[in-house]
Every structure is written in structure tokens, then in C-alpha cells.
């Protein structure tokens, strides 16, 4: 089996459940992930004729778009950079999203910034002041070392459409499609407070009733809640054990983690499921 290609570490990345993610795609010309986030899925998934990766953080949306098409100048910029706690908070301070201009920044300098950012935080938290010295691995030598996957992360990218719109305005470009496939791992209840992004109770209530009525096939990550249990009753459903880490990512769990809270990571989906 090849080495999974991992751009960035983030929250709920699917690390662990990307392989079953993957097994579980129905055939489609028209792959979408309206939200992106990493794309650990899209990345290491076969191509597809159509690939549309969305975010509607403009740090991540951006990052993609400059990686995939601007990669020769973000390579020569992000091999300048020193690791320094001093250049990480001074970038964490320009991308605050009350602080961010894009016509400042340029798309280039952003992406820089921002995958730096991602890259040197604690556990990859974009928002949260929290530099990574990581003294067992490198510090320093980790993170350039990680520049060199990045190439293979721009030849796959340079086929994908990439986004920057709000969730509703992506799914209604495709939901209506019988050719298209969505993956939707939106944040899930209860971790909203980790995304800069705004996705309110109100966002789950309207996804929710543009997946009841979709011709494309489509396949939903989340935790049992109240919510999703009532409306998507009549939908299939797959239940995957799994622990959860510190800051909310789930790994499959294939062996006891005492330390760590059992979950059950859910699969939803509007075809049958299942492993």
C-alpha cells in the first residue's frame, strides 16, 4: 500500500477512516467535499473527471489554490522561513480573520503563512496560540523535512477545482446531479468552537434538508446527536468505534486506549453502507 498523502494535520482530518471513507465512494463523475478542510480523503482517493474541494476559511482555500497553482512561488518562499516562535506568532497575529486583508497579505504570502502556521501549531489548531516545539522529533528538522511531500500534494491538486464558498452554495451547485458524489464532514456538534468559521445549529438543520432531497449520492460523517438521529432515520447508517484524542479527532479503535474516550464515529448516507 502507498504512503497516504497528508497536506496539513487538522482538526477532524479522518486520518483513521479515510481507507473506509474511500471503500465506501460510490462510482461518480463529480467528487465534491464542500467541507475541505485538509482533504485527507480527496488527496488519497482515485481521481476523479471532476474533483471540487471547498472551504469557506479562506486561509485553507487559499493555501489549496496555491499549492495547486502557484506552487513554484510558494516552494521558493516557504524554504526561506526560519523556525521561530517569533515568525509563528507574528503570523498567527496576521491571520486572525479580524486582522486578515487578502489584498494585503497576497494569495502567495497568505498561503505561506497560513501552512506554516498549521504546520508549527500544537496539534495543527490554526486558531489557538499554541507553537510546537517538539523536541523527540526534530522541532525544526520535522517541519522541513515535511516540505518535501509537498510537491506530491500540488501534482494531485492540479486537476481539483477549488472553492471558497459557504457549504449551501456548493451543495446546490451539485446536490441536484445523479453523477455526482459529496462527502460532507462538516464540524460536528459540539466543536464548533475550534473553527473560526460559523457553523450554527441552524447550518445542520439546513444541510440536513438539502441531503433529504438530493439526486447525488452522498456519505456524512458525524457523531450521534439529537438532530441528525431524528432526520436522518430513514437514511443508511454505519457505526465505526473509535477514541478521540484531545482535541476531538477520533482514531479507529482497533486496540483499548484507556486514557481516551470511546466514541462511535457515524457514517450517514443515502445508498446502503457497509464494510
Known amino acids: ?51 471540487v474541494y471547498n472551504d469557506a476559511d479562506l486561509r485553507l482555500s487559499n493555501l489549496f489554490y496555491v499549492v495547486a497553482f502557484k506552487f513554484s512561488e510558494f516552494e521558493e518562499k516557504i524554504n526561506r522561513l526560519v523556525y521561530s516562535r517569533a515568525l509563528y506568532r507574528n503570523f498567527f497575529n496576521e491571520l486572525k480573520p479580524k486582522n486578515l486583508t487578502f489584498r494585503e497579505l497576497g494569495d502567495v504570502d497568505l498561503a505561506v503563512k497560513t501552512y506554516f502556521t498549521i504546520t508549527t501549531s500544537f496539534n495543527g489548531k490554526i486558531n489557538a496560540n499554541c507553537f510546537k516545539v517538539d523536541y523527540s522529533r526534530g522541532g525544526a ?66 444541510m440536513i434538508e438539502m441531503l433529504k432531497v438530493a439526486k447525488a449520492k452522498w456519505l456524512l460523517s458525524g457523531y450521534s446527536n439529537e ?44 445508498y446502503e453502507i457497509k464494510l
Open 141 to 206: 528538522k520535522t517541519f522541513f523535512n515535511s516540505l518535501n511531500k509537498l510537491e506530491a500534494i500540488h501534482n494531485r491538486l492540479k486537476n481539483v477545482v477549488i472553492e471558497y464558498l459557504n457549504y449551501d452554495k456548493i451543495l446546490e451547485k451539485y446536490l441536484d446531479r445523479n453523477d455526482a458524489f459529496v462527502y460532507l464532514d462538516p464540524p460536528y456538534f459540539g466543536t464548533e468552537h475550534y473553527y473560526d468559521v460559523e457553523f450554527t445549529f441552524e447550518d445542520h438543520k439546513k
Open 227 to 270: 438532530l441528525y438521529d431524528k432526520e436522518l432515520k430513514n437514511f443508511y447508517k454505519l457505526e465505526i468505534p473509535a477514541v478521540k484524542n484531545s482535541y476531538g479527532i477520533t482514531k479507529v479503535n482497533k486496540h483499548t486506549v484507556k486514557e481516551r474516550p470511546k466514541v462511535i464515529e457515524i457514517l450517514w448516507a443515502n
Open 1 to 51: 500500500m502507498s504512503k497516504k498523502l497528508n497536506f496539513f494535520p487538522y482538526m477532524g482530518g479522518k486520518s483513521f477512516l479515510v481507507d473506509t471513507i474511500i471503500k465506501l465512494i460510490l462510482e461518480h463523475k463529480i467528487y465534491v467535499e464542500p467541507f475541505g478542510g485538509s482533504a485527507k480523503v480527496l488527496l488519497n482517493k482515485p481521481p476523479s473527471k471532476i474533483e
